[in-house]
């Protein structure tokens, strides 16, 4: 275990030089405190947990010291926002602080969002509020105990500065981990402001240091993007089968390593509703739970055309064409296990979508529904979960056919049954009014809550003791929070 002055860095990115990066010191946070730590991150960099109480901590990731060895850029990125080309984006209030490798041998990015104002910073402060650093936080490590593929927070440092926002609030920042803070938007901006060499140095970048397998076929930028195309259907898959709405899917905000990055307006569905939208800016709902998985094609198209100087058309579309198909197999598998098969019929497509359909129309609870469906056999309990619909006739006729494809998927004891059931089933998700909840107390000074919910979320499948009140449904006023998109 290492004290906080022992970390080894190796600064990768920052050596490509100026033109992909700008040499930016943060810009520190009037009385910075510590809000919440993961131990479990704070292992990956080999972090003795203790160190998180200690004052350097809050100084360091409150942007008051820095490491002889780091070397804090602002990237430079561009993208498509909402369908439309952005010719420059870039970190307008992030900093990577440096590369640290650990024990194991990994690298990771040390990046701190709301670090103050950078050369991208455009019309914005820099800066990052409370609120929304929390909820990138519990966001990051919920997603990872949930087993999808996503950038880790490291801890939330609260301050004092005043920041503007609706209304006025206080400056915080997170530091975020992650393989490589590299995103689509990165390959965009080199390919549409003509720079072929750097836009070179970037993609040799990439493949030798996070794909170098690719480096032993035939055409390593293409094994690179197929790499790509599957780890975003992988993770896209996963977003779907367990309700998580990005709700910011712009290009900018899409990791080359194809995990989930840069939190906004995120939710995790309560009731199921594929039309679900949480960012209430997106009018037009082309963040919409459902169409996830389409733009998610639509991004890769996006980066498959900026790395045209490097990879035949034919070949690239080619490759594209692999991603839904990809992506329903990821799927499938997915909802089958939810739903505590083992084996695969042809049918159990439409058993998913059968079900879904059904919940949709009544309202019910995602997250519930299938932790309950393993609490009991089969039939005690679809006999259970029947009066959360609406149109009984229609689950019956469900429930029955679910009960024929369980019988024909083989014979285990209802233990068996629950324990594998539970293993893919969460009890606990991050749900809005809880993160709300949180919030408010933090932003009162009480960071009890966070941290008890940090804990809570880092178990998901685990029932744990005396935590009834976070595997309930919302409360009323909590169904329909309006997040605010500023952050
Ligand atoms: P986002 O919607 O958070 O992914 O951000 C889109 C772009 O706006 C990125 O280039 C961000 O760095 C930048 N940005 C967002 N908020 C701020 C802010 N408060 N100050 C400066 N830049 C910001
Ligand atoms: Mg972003």
New binding site residues.
Partial sequence: MKALDELTFDNRFARLGDAFSTHVLPEPLDEPRLVVASKAAMALLDLDPAVAETPVFAELFGGHKLWAEAEPRAMVYSGHQFGGYTPQ??????LLLGEVYNEAGEHWDLHLKGAG?TP???M?????VLRSSIREFLASEALHALGIPTSRALCVIGSSTPVWREKQERGAMVLRLAHSHIRFGHFEYFYYTKKPEQQAELAEHVLNLHYPECREQPEPYLAMFREIVERNAEMIAKWQAYGFCHG?M?T??MSILGITF?F?PFAFLDDFDAHFICNHSDHEGRYSFSNQVPIGQWNLSALAQALTPFISVDALKEVLGLYLPLYQAHYLDLMRRRLGLTTAEEDDQTLVEGLLKLMQNSGVDYTLFFRRLGDESATLAVARLRDDFVDMAGFDAWAERYKARVARDGDYTQEQRRERMHAVNPLYILRNYLAQNAIAAAEAGDYSEIRRLHEVLSKPFEEQAGMEQYAQRPPDWGKHLEISCS?
């Fill in positions: 984006l870039g970190d307008g209030r992030g104002m991208y910073s455009r914005g402060d820099g800066r990052a910011v712009n900018d905000n840069d906004g952050s």
